[in-house]
């Protein structure tokens, strides 16, 4: 191994720091797609149901946003 590939007690450290910052990043992802999924649910809770313990038409509902939301953020039109 040449002193370029020798691990070093800088370079763990700093591979260490990399790597932490990395499953911060995706732990934050994670947690925000969370909130997201529970916030859509909510507002198609509050929106369809209107406090009854089922929606007469949701399946409907919820068919029509992924279809608007493929078309949109995915196909672009």
Known sequence: MSTSQKS???Y???R???LSARQS???GVNLLQVYTNYEIGRRIFKQEQQG????QYGKELV???AVRRVRKWILHQ
Do not use: C, Y
């Open 25 to 27: 990043a995706a732990r």
């Open 16 to 18: 260490s720091l990399v």
């Open 52 to 55: 009854a313990d089922r929606a």
């Open 8 to 10: 070093t007690p800088l």
């Open 63 to 65: 068919q029509d946003l």
């Open 12 to 14: 763990e450290a700093i």
